[in-house]
Structures are given as structure tokens and as C-alpha cells.
């Protein structure tokens, strides 16, 4: 029976395994969940409050507003006489809503007032009653009236039907003396349709912004999560992508430029290891050669026989000296930071030249070259083009039989260089591997090639942003067709 200590750990490693975009939408979901529940809390905690806080300002300039109104009839009037000319001043004010024929006075088909208002002599005992059911009543024990008929703020809540009511007085002055006491008062329900208005907007505001927020993150985890994915594709195919760029990703673009730099440390080092290894591997064969020619060259032997041992030890020296140079010029293009330089090139001038240079050895084997000049000029890298059609035409020298066709067309967008020559049928695993590195033929001419010649080609017109395709026709004519951007 797994333990719970087994149980958990097991939840925990593999159910909540989140993908960063989950993690970072759940992180500012719940901050945004977190928040709003606070800012919701705190209006609920401070709206009903402040709104009394509004309601008993109203009340206390409404109070003062009345003590002075009334002060000369509570001075001069008796008790009968100031309710008959209250009442007569306020009933219309405090009249019953299904009683009148006139329009709202207020937005929330308000068209009465909410108002009680009462008022006390010297001693605390009600006079006025705009309700009419307390007069006579003695209320010096209430705050409101107790408080302000000794100078003081005076102030009550009182719960009236199950309601609560918010009184404020203030004192009815003559001739220097608190004669009365104006009290006003305000059922504090005539406040919840406004308070639970507010609080709907409120909360409408707060579940918009909560909106807005999430969508933002969603927004943004997206971004981040794409943006990772990019690194991560960048990482599994070093060699062959290019870094991505971030913009307003400032942090994300100096991390691809330390794994870019990274990367090309890490290939240098594979490089110069590779190189090591094949070059311990291909110089090995020659060498051989030479030390047992020269060993035998001690002995004593006959003029026939030293030429042959030192033709030997001649021939393989060549072979080192073509595959040490063969190598350091394609060590030089593969380098990860290796740039072409692109100019202005006249093909026909180029090819040209390559043929100039293998001259005598056209002659010396009977080669024929058929070369039609197109007067075609691409944006290239001139010595580096150089060096693979001379490639290409060298092979075509050697291996072939008598002729040489080279012709060049354009399209559009590319331009290519066709190299054909006469040759012997050649099998299908020797087209497949012609561009493989160290894979090479002997001919009925010399000893076997480097097999670095076609890798050559191969680089130099995949940097160019080309391809090039080795095949035979069914004339058993061996082409090579490169193909580089106009």
C-alpha cells in the first residue's frame, strides 16, 4: 500500500505539472481573483457607512437650516399656534405620495419627503411632530435632544419598525438662550436602493477590470510561452536555425545571444575534434606508404627499383598536400562564423577563368570543352563560386571521357550552372554518396581523389542560400547542376 507521503508526491509531480502558460494565467488569475475580492470587501465595508456619513451632513445643515427658520415662531408662538403654522408651511412637503397628482421630484420616483422632523421646548417635551404622533411626548432623554440642549453635538439611531432612523438636532437660539431643540430624521432604508446602485457599478467596474486583466494575461502568458517555444526550437536545431529576435523582450533576446555564443563554442569544439579524427584517420594511409618506401629505400637496391620506391614517397606527399589544403579551405567556410562576401560577378568571365587554369591538362588528356557564353552577372561571392565550379569542372576532367558541356540559363529568382560530361555508368550508391565527405572513385588516370571536392561545392552553394544536384542522364552524362539566387 503506497504511503501518503508516496501519494502526495506522486499528485504533486505529475497531476500539477503544469505548462508555464498555465502557470503564469493562474498566477495573475489569482492575484486578480485575490485583489478584487479585497476591493470588493472593502466596499461593502465602507459604501453603507459613508453614505450615513453623507446622510447625517445633509441632516445636520438641514437642521441648522430649520432652527433658524423656526425659532421666531417657537419664541413667540404657543403651542397650538406653532403646529397650525408648521403644518401649514409643511404638510405638502410630508404629504403621503398615493395622496398627490404631481410629477417625481427626484430620479428614483421620489415625490415626497422622507424627512421626520420634530421639535422640543427648553425642558426636551416634542411641540412638533411632522408625523403628528408624539406631540406632547417628553424625548429629554434621547441623545439628540438631551446633548444639544447642553451645547453639545447631538446625534441618534434609533430602530423604528424594524428600520433604523438617523436623527440630528440642533438648537433653536433667542436672545442668546436655547429656548428649543429642531430634530431631523431620516430612515436609513430610503439609503439601499442607492447604496446597492452604487455597489452594482461598483462591482461591474471591478468584474470588467478582472476581465480585462485575465485577458491580459492570458495575452501575455501566450506571448511568453511562444517566445520559450522558440527557444527551445532554436536549441534543438542549433545547426541549423537561425536565433530568433523578441521584440519588447529585451531579457529573452540576451539569452539567445548567449546561447547563440554557446552554440558556436560548443561547434568549434566538435569541429576541431572532428577534424582531428578524420585527419589522423586519411593522413594515416599515406604516411604508411611513405615510411615503408623510405624504409626500403635503406637497402640496397637497383636504379629501377629506388625510382619506383621514390615515386612512391613523391605521389603520396601530393595526396598529403592536396588533402591538408583541401581541408583547411573547407575548415575556413564551415566555420559557424563565416560570412561571404558578395559582389558583382560575370559568370562567363568566372567559368573562364576556371578553364584557363586546367589548360594544359585539357590538352594533355584530349579534353573538349563546349562552352556557350550567356553575358549573365549575379550578386555572388566571387572566390568562393570560383572555388566550387572549379571543383566541379576538375572532376569533370578526370573522370570523364572526351567532352565537356557547361551552360548556363536564368530564371527569375535562380540561376544555374550546368557541368556535364561523358562518362561510364555509374551505380546509384555512388550518386547518393557523391556529396559525402571522404567518398571518392579512382579513375583510369590517377590514384583516388581526396572526396573532398563535391562536400566543397556542396557548402559553398547551400551559403549562397543555393543547391546543387549530382546525377546521370540516360547518355550515362554525368551532371552537376548548381543553382544559386539571382
Known amino acids: 500500500m503506497p504511503t501518503l507521503h508516496t501519494l502526495l508526491d506522486r499528485i504533486f509531480k505529475k497531476r500539477l505539472s503544469f505548462s508555464i502558460f498555465v502557470r503564469i494565467w493562474l498566477t495573475f488569475a489569482l492575484i486578480t481573483l485575490l485583489s478584487s475580492s479585497l476591493a470588493l470587501y472593502y466596499v461593502q465595508k465602507t459604501v453603507r457607512p459613508s453614505a450615513k456619513r453623507v446622510v447625517e451632513d445633509s441632516l445636520v445643515d438641514t437642521s441648522v437650516l430649520l432652527s433658524h427658520i423656526v425659532a421666531d415662531d417657537v419664541a413667540d408662538l404657543s403651542k397650538d399656534e406653532l403646529n397650525q403654522s408648521l403644518n401649514t408651511k409643511l404638510s405638502h412637503a410630508f404629504t403621503d405620495p398615493s395622496e398627490l397628482a404631481g410629477t417625481p421630484i427626484w430620479y428614483d420616483q421620489k415625490s415626497t419627503s422622507t424627512y421626520h422632523i420634530y421639535i422640543t421646548n427648553s425642558t426636551g417635551v416634542v411641540i412638533y411632530d411632522s408625523r403628528g404622533a408624539s406631540v406632547g411626548a417628553d424625548f429629554s432623554r434621547w441623545n439628540d435632544v438631551y446633548l444639544t440642549l447642553r451645547g453639545k453635538y447631538g446625534a441618534r439611531s434609533t430602530d423604528i419598525g ?58 501575455m502568458a501566450w506571448w511568453l ?71 626500403i629505400l635503406t637497402d640496397e637496391l637497383s636504379l629501377t627499383e629506388r625510382e619506383q620506391f621514390t615515386g612512391i614517397i613523391l605521389s603520396q606527399t601530393d595526396k598529403l598536400t592536396a588533402l591538408v589544403d583541401k581541408l583547411l579551405t573547407l575548415a575556413k567556410i564551415e566555420q559557424p562564423t563565416f560570412k561571404l562576401t558578395m559582389s558583382d560577378v560575370d559568370l562567363d568571365a568566372l567559368i573562364q577563368t576556371c578553364l584557363n587554369q586546367q589548360s594544359a591538362t585539357l590538352k594533355q588528356l584530349g579534353r573538349t570543352v563546349q562552352f556557350t557564353k550567356s553575358g549573365i552577372h549575379i550578386r555572388t561571392d566571387e572566390f568562393w563560386l570560383t572555388q566550387a565550379v572549379q571543383n566541379v569542372i576538375d572532376n569533370a576532367i578526370y573522370y570523364g571521357k572526351s567532352t565537356i558541356v557547361i551552360h548556363i540559363s536564368q530564371t527569375e529568382t535562380d540561376t544555374f550552372i550546368h557541368i556535364k560530361n561523358d562518362s561510364d555508368t555509374l551505380d546509384d550508391f555512388i550518386i547518393k554518396r557523391a556529396f559525402e565527405r571522404y567518398f571518392s572513385m579512382g579513375n583510369s588516370h590517377r590514384q583516388k581523389s581526396t572526396g573532398l571536392g563535391l562536400t566543397l561545392v556542396k557548402q559553398v552553394i547551400e551559403l549562397h542560400g543555393g543547391a546543387v544536384s549530382f546525377g546521370q542522364d540516360k547518355g550515362n552524362d554525368v551532371v552537376v547542376v548548381m543553382s544559386v539566387p539571382r
Open 225 to 295: 510561452r511562444r517566445s520559450i517555444d522558440s527557444v527551445n526550437r532554436y536549441t534543438k536545431g542549433l545547426a541549423s536555425t537561425a536565433p530568433p529576435h523578441f521584440y519588447l523582450g529585451r531579457e529573452l533576446n540576451e539569452l539567445m545571444a548567449s546561447i547563440h555564443a554557446m552554440k558556436d563554442t560548443i561547434e568549434n569544439k566538435a569541429y576541431v575534434s572532428e577534424y582531428v579524427h578524420t585527419l589522423t584517420h586519411e593522413l594515416k594511409s599515406p604516411l604508411t606508404a611513405i615510411r615503408a618506401s623510405s624504409e
Open 162 to 219: 424594524g428600520h433604523s432612523v438617523m436623527y440630528v438636532a440642533s438648537p433653536i437660539v433667542s436672545d442668546g438662550q436655547i429656548i428649543g431643540v429642531v430634530s431631523v430624521g431620516k430612515p436609513t432604508q430610503t439609503l439601499i436602493p442607492y447604496i446597492n446602485k452604487s455597489t452594482d457599478e461598483i462591482i461591474k467596474i471591478i468584474l470588467t477590470i478582472m476581465a480585462i486583466t485575465l485577458a491580459t494575461a492570458t495575452l
